[in-house]
């Protein structure tokens, strides 16, 4: 009886070595397969940057330019969603602007964009939530971010967003100040 008892021990033990060693394979693929996710995810990042700058370079693209005004007395920290030069929808901060100082952010292929800012603990946006990071980011909208392949760096957290739609008749720079009286 303690050889079978003993033999029922030893193929447990076997069992529970082999449900270790598969459990750490397969930790070991999830991992491959996020890596490989994130790996996707930051080329289509790429793409759309290269698909951009390629529409930026043609003198007959047609497309609007944001330049953003810190009309307010303290530095502003800025994140925006916005539609970019090959349509797809990019969100991307944080960009600091000094009191009175202004610069051209980002190109669009629309009359639309949404923004984030604060000013300390000011928050001068919106209503509408959008996903950031408290560090440096840019990711495109689709279905890599969605699915979460592509992991942003930083603790994350939903920030309130401000949507601006705005008219112009023709294509070029639109200004948008921003004060702290928002």
Avoid at 126 to 136: K, T, W
Avoid at 148 to 153: A, D, E, S, V
Wanted: proline share 1%; aromatic share 10%.
């Amino acid at each position: 009886m303690a050889h079978v008892q003993a033999d029922i021990a030893k193929v447990q033990a076997d069992r529970d070595n082999l449900q270790a060693q598969l459990r750490a394979q397969a930790a070991s693929e999830d991992q491959k397969v996020k890596v490989a996710h994130q790996e996707y995810a930051l080329a289509d990042i790429d793409k759309h940057q290269q698909a951009v700058t390629k529409i930026e370079n043609d003198t007959n693209s047609k497309y609007y330019r944001l330049r953003v005004i810190n009309n307010c007395n303290k530095a502003i920290a800025i994140a925006l969603r916005y539609p970019a030069l090959d349509g797809s929808i990019f969100v991307e901060g944080w960009y600091t602007l000094e009191p009175g100082e202004s610069d051209m952010l980002a190109d669009l292929n629309d009359t639309w964009f949404a923004y984030s800012a604060h000013a300390g603990n000011i928050n001068l946006a919106g209503n509408e939530n959008q996903e950031v990071s408290d560090e440096a980011f840019t990711y495109v909208e689709d279905l890599y971010y969605e699915a979460g392949w592509l992991q942003l760096r930083g603790n994350l957290y939903e920030a309130s967003f401000k949507m601006v739609d705005f008219k112009m008749q023709n294509y070029g720079v639109y200004e948008h100040s921003i004060t702290c009286a928002q």
